[in-house]
């Protein structure tokens, strides 16, 4: 079998564990790298038919017959009530911005919207190999379903890249994350890369390996995954240098960027 | 040009059908913050949710406490669902797995006898009302009845009961390999013929 098909086999053998049973931090990351290798799978690829299989057997299961009780009912309506005594201002704000983008014709516009941003920004990524097309999505889903997700803007360590502008997100539990970043000059992959590393030291003495990546383009905001290439338990920090084609294992370059601007307490 | 003025007016008879389906649908009164909106919630998906629960979770306050995060959970996404994409019920059991699935990595899972209830003909009523309200149920439970019945069982013991793949191969004496091979089979069929069946609605409702 090409080698290929079995990585496919493999990403939906992961693919329909994820769905059924929670994955180990490895098979996570296995998950991960494969999903990058295979952009048109997303994670959530078997969700949707594993939830509605399940309700099916449910229906039809004659010796289900279970009923929610009636203090579970009352203990959820406490939980419901007491969240809805938190309300601040913003969730105020929120409702009525919901309300508002509920209406039909308001909707229509903000998606045409975000789809002509879209486009515009996945004809950016052409240059790109393919693989990249799909990233704006899957950051965004990131951003959308990560329960401990973390977010930290960078920030320069150099004179020469005050106008660096983006962001970083991660999340520990999906071994996973996503460099936003614009601003960083070109590199020329046969002489150096970009690499970014994760920095967890409860975990990792060095900092850990995130990947390389190119600056391809001058203009635009560019989208960058992260794959760790160990385990990361608890993330605490993330940094940026230029190193030899490929990368490295333990850095001596100077750092270009850090995220969040407090120095960690290990460095490169 | 055409044919994209064409999805476009199909996705709009399909989302004009789906609000006309789901002009009541509560998650879009929550979204609205409709009062008593929350309370339809449980009473509509209550039984659903504290059943799939209890194939996940074997103890009490366990199942209680992932139950309560669920209905939550569910609340707080109201406002991410979308009609057009998805029927409430499938909106609402995906989150609920999800929520399950999660709470499995941090407790261990034991199996549990089934209380066998003689006066279920309520609870009938409240299941064929679930498959009767959802196109999407009927086209999976088609799908299903479709596969072999060794198949059917393989992916009721993994899908509903919640059964490890190493689980489903100790109770069937199966190779392990064999059990995620199926699985993976009979799950990409399903999807097929689900998305397959979907394409064929949408086509049915441009040429009404």
């Known amino acids: ?268 | 040009m055409a044919q994209t003025a064409k999805s476009v007016n199909i996705h709009n008879k399909r989302v004009s059908a789906m609000q006309s389906e789901d002009n009541d649908s509560i998650l879009a009164r929550i979204a609205d913050g409709e009062n008593g909106s929350f309370e339809l919630l449980i009473e509509k998906y209550g039984n659903l949710v504290w059943s799939i629960g209890k194939k996940f979770l074997y103890r009490q306050s366990d199942l209680e406490d992932a139950v309560q995060e669920v209905f939550i959970a569910i609340w707080k996404s109201a406002d991410k669902y979308d009609a057009s994409k998805a029927k409430e019920i499938t909106f609402v059991s995906m989150i609920a797995r999800r929520r399950f699935i999660d709470h499995l990595r941090k407790i261990s899972k034991h199996k549990i006898l089934e209380s066998i209830d003689d006066d279920n003909s309520g609870h009938q009523l409240y299941k064929e009302s679930l498959l009767n309200e959802s196109t999407d149920l009927q086209l999976v439970k088609n799908a299903i009845q479709s596969l072999d019945i060794d198949d059917q069982e393989l992916l009721n013991l993994s899908v509903y009961q919640g059964y490890s793949h190493s689980e489903i191969s100790k109770l069937l004496n199966i190779p392990l390999g064999t059990v995620k091979t199926r699985i993976r089979r009979n799950l990409i069929k399903l999807k097929a013929i689900f998305e397959t069946n979907e394409t064929n609605t949408i086509l049915n409702l441009n040429n009404a």
Request: glycine letters at 4%; a negative charge; aromatic letters at 10%.
């Open chain 1, 1 to 268: 079998m090409p080698r290929e098909d079995k990585k496919q086999e493999r990403l939906l053998d992961l693919l329909v564990l994820e769905s059924t049973q929670k994955l180990s931090l490895e098979e996570q990351r296995e998950l991960n790298t494969l999903l990058d290798l295979f952009p048109e799978y997303t994670q959530d690829h078997f969700h949707e038919m594993t939830a509605l299989a399940q309700v099916s057997f449910y229906a039809q299961d004659n010796f289900n017959n279970e009923l929610l009780p009636k203090q579970m009912r009352k203990r959820i309506l406490h939980a419901y009530k007491s969240e809805l005594g938190q309300s601040t201002l913003m969730d105020y704000i929120n409702h009525y911005m919901r309300v508002f983008f509920y209406k039909p014709q308001y909707a229509w516009t903000l998606t045409i919207l975000m789809t002509i941003g879209l486009s515009f920004a996945m004809i950016e990524f052409r240059t790109y190999d393919a693989n990249f097309r799909y990233l704006p999505l899957k950051r965004a889903f990131l951003e959308n379903t990560a329960n401990d997700m973390i977010q930290f803007p960078w920030h320069s360590r150099s004179n020469s890249l005050e106008s660096i502008s983006g962001d970083i997100i991660w999340t520990d539990e999906g071994q996973k994350g996503f460099i936003k970043i614009a601003g960083l000059p070109m590199n020329d992959p046969r002489q150096n890369q970009y690499q970014v590393w994760i920095l967890d030291p409860l975990n990792h003495k060095q900092p850990v390996d995130g990947g390389v990546f190119d600056v391809t383009q001058v203009d635009g905001t560019m989208i960058i995954p992260i794959n760790p290439k160990l385990p990361i338990s608890k993330a605490v920090g993330f940094a940026i240098t230029l190193e030899q084609p490929g990368g490295v294992v333990v850095s001596n370059q100077p750092l270009l960027l850090t995220a969040p601007k407090e120095r960690p307490k290990i460095t490169i």
